[in-house]
C-alpha cells in the first residue's frame, strides 16, 4: 500500500515538473515574439487587376526572364565548349579503365571551370557592348539582344563546320546568307552541337590509342604465359596510370582541350 502511495507521488511530482517546464518555454518564446532580435521580411504576393498597360508588360517581361532563366542550364551545355570538354574528359577516364575515378562530381566541375575559362573573352565582350550599355539605359532590350549575340554568335561559327551548318540550313529551307551576322540560331545551334559531337570523338580516339596498345600489349603476354584466367585489365591499369603520370597526361588533356578553341 505505500509503495502505490510512493508511486502516486512520483508521477505527481514528474507531472508537475513538465508542467513547469512547458509554461517556462512558452513564456520563452511568448518574449522572443514578442521582442525579436533580428527583422523578419515581409513578402506580400498579391493577384489583381492592372491598371495600366505598363503594369502588363512589366509582368510579361519578368516572367519571360524566369523562363529563359530556367533554359540555362541547355545554353551552358549546346552553346558553349562544355560539350566538347566533357566528352573528352569521359574518354580519359573511360581509356584508363579507372571505372568512377575521378568521379562523375570532379568532370563536371572541370568541364564546367573549363568552360568558364574558354569562353571568358566572349562573356567579356557581351558585358561591355550588351550588358553594361543595357543597364546604365543607353540602349534598348532590343539593341542589347542584338549586340549580345554577335559575339556568341562568332565564336559558334568558328567552331562550326560548313558542311554541318548547310545541313541545317537545307533542312530549314533557308538559304546561305551572305553576311555571319544573319545566321539563325535555330540552324547555327545544332550545327554546332553536331560539329562539337564529332570534334570531341576525334579527340577520344586518338586518346584511346596508347592505351589499346598497352592492353594488347599485356594481353598478349599473358596469354603467352598461359595465364588466361586473369584478366589483362587487372595488368595493364598500373602501367596505363603509370604511362598517363609520366606523360602528364591531364596537362597535356586540358592544354589540348583550350587550343582546340583558339
Same mark, same amino acid.
Given at each position: ?14 507531472? !508537475?515538473?513538465?508542467?513547469? %517546464?512547458?509554461? $517556462?518555454? $512558452? $513564456?520563452?518564446?511568448?518574449k ?15 493577384? %489583381? @487587376? ?5 503594369? =502588363?508588360?512589366? @509582368? ?5 526572364? !524566369?523562363?529563359?532563366?530556367s ?12 560539350? *566538347?570538354?566533357?566528352?573528352v574528359?569521359?574518354?580519359? *577516364?573511360?581509356? =584508363?579503365? @579507372? ?21 571568358f ?10 550588358? @553594361? ?6 540602349? /534598348? ?5 542584338? +549586340?549580345?549575340?554577335?559575339?556568341? &554568335? ?25 553576311? &555571319? *551576322?544573319?545566321?539563325?540560331? *535555330? /540552324? ?13 570523338? +576525334?579527340m %577520344? ?11 594488347m ?6 596469354? /603467352?604465359? %598461359? ?5 589483362? #585489365? ?10 598517363? #603520370? ?6 597535356l588533356? #586540358?592544354?589540348s ?6
Amino acid at each position: 500500500m505505500g509503495k502505490g502511495i510512493e508511486v502516486k507521488k512520483n508521477k505527481f511530482s514528474l507531472g !508537475l515538473f513538465v508542467l513547469i %517546464g512547458l509554461l $517556462c518555454i $512558452c $513564456c520563452y518564446v511568448g518574449k522572443a515574439y514578442a521582442q525579436p532580435t533580428f527583422p523578419i521580411p515581409d513578402l506580400n504576393l498579391q493577384v %489583381g @487587376t492592372a491598371e495600366g498597360p505598363e503594369q =502588363l508588360v512589366g @509582368t510579361l517581361q519578368l516572367l519571360l526572364l !524566369l523562363a529563359a532563366l530556367s533554359l540555362a542550364p541547355a545554353f551552358v551545355i549546346l552553346m558553349t565548349s562544355f560539350t *566538347r570538354v566533357v566528352i573528352v574528359l569521359g574518354f580519359v *577516364r573511360n581509356a =584508363l579503365a @579507372t571505372q568512377q575515378i575521378p568521379p562523375n562530381q570532379v568532370i563536371t566541375g572541370l568541364a564546367l571551370f573549363l568552360t568558364f575559362f574558354i569562353m571568358f573573352p566572349v562573356f567579356s565582350q557581351i558585358n561591355n557592348d550588351a550588358i @553594361t550599355p543595357y543597364l546604365q539605359e543607353d540602349i /534598348s532590350f532590343e539593341e542589347a539582344l542584338d +549586340q549580345g549575340a554577335v559575339p556568341l &554568335r562568332e565564336f559558334m561559327l568558328n567552331n562550326t563546320r560548313d558542311k554541318d551548318l548547310a545541313l541545317f540550313l537545307e533542312m530549314a529551307e533557308v538559304e546561305v546568307p551572305e553576311d &555571319r *551576322r544573319d545566321v539563325p540560331f *535555330r /540552324s547555327l545551334v545544332p550545327a554546332f552541337v553536331l560539329s562539337e559531337l564529332k570534334t570531341a570523338f +576525334q579527340m %577520344g580516339f586518338i586518346l584511346f590509342i596508347p592505351f589499346l596498345i598497352i592492353d594488347m600489349v599485356v594481353a598478349s603476354i599473358l596469354m /603467352s604465359m %598461359g595465364m588466361f584466367m586473369l584478366p589483362p #585489365v587487372i595488368v595493364s591499369l598500373p602501367f596505363k596510370i603509370l604511362l598517363f #603520370v609520366l606523360v602528364d597526361g591531364w596537362y597535356l588533356v #586540358v592544354q589540348s582541350l583550350v587550343e582546340s578553341f583558339g
